[in-house]
């Protein structure tokens, strides 16, 4: 495995953010989205230094057995959040259901509310027992130890141990892990390009592997290629089937998926049976990352492969993009249903026939228009929307900011932290701003690439 010396620590953006590098690399949560619910106990054994290293994990069938899929998103977003309000010594991460929701990229639903739910109660039942394989950062050694990821938590919720839209999170993380954290034992994490991978076991390699990708003695040095035994890889992934072919399909989906956004450039296989070898081949490291524009980083969040998202903007400059994604969001917004969003997008920005027009008046038959010479739909507000406006308006000051905040976490992403957002409802719930107009100014200015210049007059506001 060849090793290439990074020059300075990345930056991190909005878009590439920290993670602890122990969880990440152990792989605390196997990366299977579904698993039967006797899959209580995992065992891996790793070499450390010379040294045989240890990990194991026990989770009773009853909380549905080890931590897996789902519950990745959900502990990588706690940590996350941890280290954006300062990492306290406490351990004590304090949010919302829905930002934290939003930030491990789920929806804010009934249905994730119970996901949710089972995975904090995962997350504290399970427990992990590690010999020689925890990296003390401080006194550069290997450790031992017992931890749960969760140690406690508590919900401010209006049903009785169950999650809600508007419950409250209080989450104490494992000594370990918030020891490790205020030591900058961390590692870069590119959060927009995470969060834009569609399938949860996606987003489970693309941590593992990235996590692997950097040395565990000298976080300062990255690989530019991995190499592991299938079956020890399905061991660190915790896939549940060890056949090797069964290994191999259920990777494949990840596999593409990473392949196609441009984050591998290559996959080998080689050998057969037990001794078949996986060989990833990275794409770009960190640091280049870090460079990306605002822009680009969008562009990754709509699936487009990063390569082609740097070339877009450097073709056609930030205006054009920025008009044609503005577009191009309206149109899916008017209910036209795309095969390919990304291949849509892409098209659209490199047309130079004007094939594609804005989307018809609401009420009107969505489609792609396509001609030498189309004509452009440029309309008022027609009565269906002065009827929704009407209706919202009729709303509590505290509906009205229940409705409002999802679009402003979508839009807003990572600009305002948990406690801004927190503050922001609230003052849209006692009426201190329209929370529609709110959401009309926001869009229109993330859409005319005047973010920074919304989310200043909603600082002003709080």
Same mark, same amino acid.
């Given at each position: 495995?060849?090793?290439?010396?990074?020059?300075?620590?990345?930056?991190?953006?909005?878009?590439?953010?920290?993670?602890?590098?122990?969880?990440?690399?152990?792989?605390?949560?196997?990366?299977?989205?579904?698993?039967?619910?006797?899959?209580?106990?995992?065992?891996?054994?790793?070499?450390?230094?010379?040294?045989?290293?240890?990990?194991?994990?026990?989770?009773?069938?009853?909380?549905?057995?080890?931590?897996?899929?789902?519950?990745?998103?959900?502990?990588?977003?706690?940590?996350?959040?941890?280290?954006?309000?300062?990492?306290?010594?406490?351990?004590?991460?304090?949010?919302?259901?829905?930002?934290?929701?939003?930030?491990?990229?789920?929806?804010?639903?009934?249905?994730?509310?119970?996901? !949710? $739910?089972?995975?904090? +109660?995962? =997350?504290?039942? @399970?427990? /992990?027992?590690?010999?020689? %394989?925890? *990296?003390?950062?401080? #006194?550069?050694?290997?450790?031992?130890?017992?931890?749960?990821?969760?140690?406690?938590?508590?919900?401010?919720?209006?049903?009785?141990?169950?999650?809600?839209?508007?419950?409250?999170?209080?989450?104490?993380?494992?000594?370990?892990?918030?020891?490790?954290?205020?030591?900058?034992?961390?590692?870069?994490?590119?959060?927009?390009? !995470? $969060?834009?991978?569609? +399938?949860? =076991?996606?987003? @489970?390699? /693309?941590?593992?592997?990235? %996590?692997? *990708?950097?040395?565990? #003695?000298?976080?300062?040095?990255?690989?530019?290629?991995?190499?592991?035994?299938?079956?020890?890889?399905?061991?660190?992934?915790?896939?549940?089937?060890?056949?090797?072919?069964?290994?191999?399909?259920?990777?494949?989906?990840?596999?593409?998926?990473?392949?196609?956004?441009?984050?591998?450039?290559?996959?080998?296989?080689?050998?057969?049976?037990?001794?078949?070898?996986?060989?990833?081949?990275?794409?770009?490291?960190?640091?280049?990352?870090?460079?990306?524009?605002?822009?680009?980083?969008?562009?990754?969040?709509?699936?487009?492969?990063?390569?082609?998202?740097?070339?877009?903007?450097?073709?056609?400059?930030?205006?054009?993009?920025?008009?044609?994604?503005?577009?191009?969001?309206?149109?899916?917004?008017?209910?036209?249903?795309?095969?390919?969003?990304?291949?849509?997008?892409?098209?659209?920005?490199?047309?130079?026939?004007?094939?594609?027009?804005?989307?018809?008046?609401?009420?009107?038959?969505?489609?792609?228009?396509?001609?030498?010479?189309?004509?452009?739909?440029?309309?008022?507000?027609?009565?269906?929307?002065?009827?929704?406006?009407?209706?919202?308006?009729?709303?509590?000051?505290?509906?009205?900011?229940?409705?409002?905040?999802?679009?402003?976490?979508?839009?807003?992403?990572?600009?305002?932290?948990?406690?801004?957002?927190?503050?922001?409802?609230?003052?849209?719930?006692?009426?201190?701003?329209?929370?529609?107009?709110?959401?009309?100014?926001?869009?229109?200015?993330?859409?005319?690439?005047?973010?920074?210049?919304?989310?200043?007059?909603?600082?002003?506001?709080?």
């Amino acid at each position: 495995m060849a090793l290439e010396r990074r020059q300075k620590k990345p930056t991190v953006s909005s878009a590439q953010r920290l993670t602890e590098a122990n969880v990440a690399r152990l792989g605390l949560i196997s990366i299977q989205e579904r698993i039967p619910s006797d899959f209580t106990r995992w065992e891996v054994e790793f070499e450390v230094d010379g040294r045989l290293g240890q990990l194991s994990c026990f989770s009773p069938s009853e909380y549905g057995g080890v931590p897996h899929g789902l519950d990745g998103d959900v502990a990588n977003a706690l940590i996350d959040i941890f280290i954006e309000q300062g990492s306290p010594d406490s351990g004590v991460v304090t949010t919302t259901a829905s930002q934290l929701l939003l930030r491990a990229g789920l929806h804010n639903n009934g249905h994730y509310h119970r996901i !949710l $739910t089972e995975s904090l +109660r995962r =997350l504290k039942q @399970a427990t /992990y027992t590690m010999s020689h %394989a925890w *990296r003390d950062h401080e #006194q550069r050694r290997w450790t031992s130890g017992t931890f749960s990821y969760v140690l406690a938590y508590e919900v401010t919720s209006s049903e009785r141990d169950t999650v809600t839209a508007g419950a409250m999170l209080s989450v104490t993380l494992a000594g370990q892990i918030v020891k490790s954290i205020r030591a900058k034992y961390v590692k870069p994490l590119d959060y927009g390009f !995470l $969060t834009s991978l569609e +399938r949860p =076991l996606t987003r @489970a390699l /693309y941590r593992l592997l990235d %996590a692997k *990708r950097y040395d565990p #003695q000298d976080l300062s040095r990255s690989l530019v290629s991995y190499q592991v035994n299938l079956l020890e890889w399905a061991s660190e992934c915790k896939i549940v089937d060890r056949r090797t072919d069964k290994i191999r399909r259920t990777l494949e989906g990840a596999h593409e998926e990473l392949k196609d956004r441009g984050y591998l450039k290559d996959i080998l296989i080689e050998g057969r049976g037990r001794k078949q070898t996986l060989t990833y081949v990275f794409g770009a490291p960190a640091q280049d990352l870090a460079q990306d524009s605002e822009l680009v980083a969008i562009l990754v969040t709509h699936r487009v492969a990063r390569p082609v998202a740097r070339k877009l903007v450097e073709t056609h400059g930030d205006a054009r993009v920025r008009g044609r994604l503005a577009r191009f969001k309206a149109l899916l917004a008017s209910g036209y249903k795309a095969r390919s969003p990304s291949a849509l997008l892409v098209d659209m920005i490199r047309d130079e026939e004007d094939k594609y027009v804005d989307p018809p008046p609401a009420g009107e038959s969505a489609q792609v228009v396509r001609a030498a010479n189309p004509p452009v739909f440029r309309s008022d507000p027609d009565e269906e929307e002065r009827a929704r406006e009407a209706a919202f308006q009729a709303l509590s000051l505290t509906q009205q900011a229940e409705r409002a905040m999802p679009t402003l976490q979508l839009l807003l992403k990572n600009r305002l932290d948990t406690m801004q957002y927190t503050q922001l409802r609230s003052a849209l719930g006692e009426g201190r701003a329209d929370a529609g107009l709110v959401v009309k100014a926001v869009t229109k200015a993330v859409f005319e690439g005047r973010t920074d210049e919304a989310v200043g007059q909603l600082l002003l506001l709080l």
